[in-house]
């Protein structure tokens, strides 16, 4: 079994180095994308050497936009051709919380798509991100607020928008969910030939909000790939029972096996997501998830201590719940 790590990264070169050692194995190879806003020089320095690391050629990312979707799926085309039987994509901020040879053992072993994944209008607030046209990468949102002519332009935005005209969707259902996943080769191999050949699907995506939490997810979810995903079954059955009666959604690691802390939306105590430390080890040890975010160097460091002289070295006993 060949896996794959597609990683996006902008910061903490150290980091980089110890998350890409974390994961090292005779069958892993690595494929890294570095912000071409950023110097990509520390991060070649770090890991460059390895002859299972690639970086793959930078393009200017803008958060939120469709450069990310992009980005992502530059790495996808080199891990597809070299054959990977999974890939996983993380960013340079996690970090496994198994042992490397658990994790390649799950999916030696595994036969589903790990991909968090709701229809938009099982979340109605997220039908905004596409009902309008959003030309993020042409008038960039992040810290817009602070930004001159783009804190006006985004700030007339948002109140003008509800009285602009609605985009008409292509025929699928829109999907979303996490950013983070992991899916088979065979499934990689299908996004790509959707991607090549449905010019006016990527076309729809390029001008929405946050496309990488839905550009992917609305591929594989309307595709036969969809019976594969974790939790297919059971997210059906929770549909079936009634959204309007305020259930529980499925929690989002239930889908993609990672860990991340959202408390904070609705404590304030904490950054959203969670920057991980220390006090966070009890909570990764009892959970059944593979990867964690987000660390910071510095900030984390005692925890990732106590990851790598625990957690990361328990080998699983019951082999079964590698599959489970």
Known sequence: MRKGYLITAYHQPAHLKRLVEALQHEHASFYIHIDAKIDSS???EAVGGRSDVRFIKSRRVNWMGFSQVESILDLMKHAVADGVDYISLISGSDYPIKPTQYIMDFFANAREEFITFWRLEDRPSWLGKINYYYPIDLVPI???ETAGFRRYWWGYYYKLRHYMPMRDRPAFIPYGGSDWWSMSGDCA??????VKNNPKYVSFY???HCPSEMFFHSIVLNSKFAIRVRNHKKY?????GGTADNQPMLPEDSF???YIDWSGEKTGERECPAVLDERDFE?????PDLFARKFEEGRSEKLLQMVDSGLRRVIASDEAALIA
């Open 42 to 44: 520390p991060f070649k």
């Open 142 to 144: 992040k810290n817009y």
């Open 236 to 240: 059906e059955q929770w549909r079936a």
């Open 206 to 208: 390029r001008y929405t």
């Open 189 to 194: 191999s299908y996004v790509l030939d959707c």
């Open 283 to 287: 909570a990764l040890s009892r959970s």
């Open 256 to 258: 993609n096996l990672r």
